[in-house]
């Protein structure tokens, strides 16, 4: 069965067991997630169902958060209106959640460079307020860059070979020497690159897979500005946000580097035939390397 077994059969079965009202909608297989398979219920709801090992944890996060979060956020992000509990038909809690329209990031251009980088600058001053100390802690976002040197030095080799790798290792090398991030701890996205946002109009218009919602450095998101942006956007966005510190700029542009080099290489693992590549991520991936590196 394809899919790891959740194709539609599968799904509408467990929504005429646990939501039947829901059952007899619409449903569209969308392409799957890192983490989740996602089905289009109806043209305004998704059917989200895990498919990796630790999908099921960070499912029971966007869960528990996202109410709270999204009627803060200006930009629509998916938010969960029903719960998939296990049982027989299917293991694993899964969700039924808003449906944000819009073109994915990695398949469609920003060409309206200001109103994108408001709206992105809007929708992280309204994520980035203090956390609770219940929040989800990740190991990989929001901590101190230093403890992901192995990582980086892991994935770097995707570019090891390229006329650019001594300039992204400077970039690399200031942004674990800037000042770490002291103050309380603030919601985050923790995953804002191309195929995590929708594009609608030329613009930024919905944030989507909150799989690595977290708490900490809202460093880790400001990467955002080179991940998602158009050259020279940067500045716009940094501006609009205006509570960011040189040393917090510093860390970003790291972090960018960071999920530029990890893009590069799950691009560069479909052109292989690995298991886990994805076509469009190698080209947003230097995209968004070229930008950190032509940034102030």
């Known amino acids: 069965m394809a899919n790891g077994g959740i194709d539609e059969t599968r799904v ?19 392409a799957a997630g890192w983490d989740n398979q996602l089905w289009c219920l109806g043209g305004e709801l998704a059917v989200r169902l895990p498919r990796t090992p630790r999908a099921p944890s960070l499912l029971r996060n966007e869960q528990q958060w996202l109410p709270a979060l999204a009627p803060r956020l200006p930009l629509p992000v998916p938010t969960p209106v029903r719960i998939g509990e296990p049982s027989a038909r299917f293991p694993k809690p899964w969700t039924v959640m808003t449906w944000v329209p819009g073109e994915p990031g990695d398949r469609a251009s920003i060409s309206r460079d200001d109103h994108a980088a408001d709206n992105l600058a809007a929708f992280l001053r309204a994520l980035h307020r203090n956390a609770p100390s219940e929040a989800p802690a990740n190991p990989n976002r929001g901590v101190s860059l230093g403890t992901l040197t192995p990582e980086f030095d892991r994935k770097f080799h995707a570019i090891a070979s390229d006329g650019l790798a001594s300039d992204v290792r400077v970039v690399w090398d200031a942004a674990i020497a800037a000042p770490e991030w002291e103050s309380p701890p603030v919601w985050l ?32 998101d400001l990467a ?59 080209l947003a991936g230097r995209t968004a390397l070229d930008r950190v590196l032509t940034s102030n």
């Not at 158009?230 to 040189?246: N, Q, V």
């Open 12 to 30: 509408r079965s467990l929504l005429r067991e646990q939501h039947p009202d829901l059952a007899g909608l619409g449903l569209r297989r969308v």
């Open 189 to 220: 996205h923790g995953d804002l690159h191309p195929a995590n946002v929708v594009i609608s109009d030329g613009t930024l218009s919905g944030v989507i897979d909150f799989d690595e919602l977290c708490a900490g450095d809202p460093a880790t």
């Open 224 to 282: 955002a500005a080179w991940l998602l942006l158009p050259a020279g956007a940067a500045a716009r966005f940094l501006d609009a946000y205006a509570t960011a510190d040189e040393a917090m700029i510093q860390r970003a542009r790291g972090w960018a580097a960071l999920r530029a080099v990890s893009l590069i290489g799950i691009g560069q693992a479909w052109e292989r035939g690995l298991p886990g590549g994805r076509p469009t991520w190698e």
